[in-house]
């Protein structure tokens, strides 16, 4: 059964970096079929996708937020990290990370992570 | 800046069949995008219910359908229980946005 576990501060400062890493187990993160995103809830409000990457570094991500998003993947870790920038309490949310197809006219989450509460705040 | 639109909330009795509108444009669910839906119960992760518009993952009891029609989607369940109360969130991709896995503005169905 595929698990993933998202790790990382639960509490960071304005204007800091924030950074998150997502441990996929009981599957590969190089497996040809899938991407791995990132995506977030602020408190009490919807979803919103943030990112994705593929496991060859090809990386997607919100146009609101890609000038301050850094993706990466480290398949000998079966890991995938986030990092966000210059964050604010607008970044203030529960970070899930997840797996998803993207084939032709599909594109879904399968599999998510627990989620991590990061809150911005000095 | 979801760009998929829902209704705030929608509530039914226990055995009624309530229904989740999902409305999208030319540039997702109108171009031919398949339409996902998540229920998230309180404090947990979304949770994949419906996925290519009416397939359930394997689990997903048969008294969720989904089906779309040109630039809108719809979740039905039918004999709501009070375990279905939970928010529901249909999900597409924008071609507009390369990359772009775009969520609805969610629905809380309560179980009255």
């Given at each position: 059964?595929?698990?993933?576990?998202?790790?990382?501060?639960?509490?960071?400062?304005?204007?800091?970096?924030?950074?998150?890493?997502?441990?996929?187990?009981?599957?590969?993160?190089?497996?040809?079929?899938?991407?791995?995103?990132?995506?977030?809830?602020?408190?009490?409000?919807?979803l919103e996708w943030i990112a994705s990457i593929y496991y060859t570094g090809s990386t997607?991500?919100?146009?609101?937020?890609?000038?301050?998003?850094?993706?990466?993947?480290?398949?000998?870790?079966?890991?995938?990290?986030?990092?966000?920038?210059?964050?604010?309490?607008?970044?203030?949310?529960?970070y899930y990370c997840a797996r998803h197809s993207w084939v032709g006219w599909e594109y879904y989450f399968d599999y998510w992570g627990q989620g991590t509460l990061v809150t911005v705040s000095s | 800046q979801s760009v998929l639109t829902q209704p705030p909330s929608v509530s039914g009795a226990p055995g009624q069949r309530v229904?989740?509108?999902c409305t999208g444009s030319s540039s997702n669910i109108g171009a031919g995008y398949d339409?996902?839906?998540?229920?998230?119960?309180?404090?947990?992760a979304p949770k994949l219910l419906i996925y290519g518009n009416s397939n359930r993952p394997s689990g997903v009891p048969e008294r969720f359908s989904g089906s779309k029609?040109?630039?809108?989607?719809?979740?039905?369940?039918?004999g709501l229980q009070a375990e279905d109360e939970a928010d529901y969130y249909c999900q597409s991709y924008d071609r507009s946005l390369?990359?772009?896995?775009?969520?609805?503005?969610?629905?809380k169905v309560t179980v009255l």
């Open positions: 059964q595929l698990q993933l576990q998202e790790s990382g501060p639960g509490l960071v400062k304005p204007s800091e970096t924030l950074s998150l890493t997502c441990t996929v187990s009981g599957g590969s993160i190089s497996s040809s079929s899938y991407y791995w995103g990132w995506i977030r809830q602020p408190p009490g409000e919807g997607y991500c919100n146009p609101s937020l890609k000038s301050r998003v850094t993706k990466s993947v480290d398949t000998s870790k079966n890991q995938f990290s986030l990092k966000l920038s210059s964050v604010t309490a607008a970044d203030t949310a529960v | 229904t989740i509108s339409v996902q839906w998540y229920q998230q119960l309180p404090g947990t029609s040109g630039a809108s989607a719809s979740l039905a369940i039918t390369t990359g772009s896995g775009v969520f609805g503005t969610g629905t």
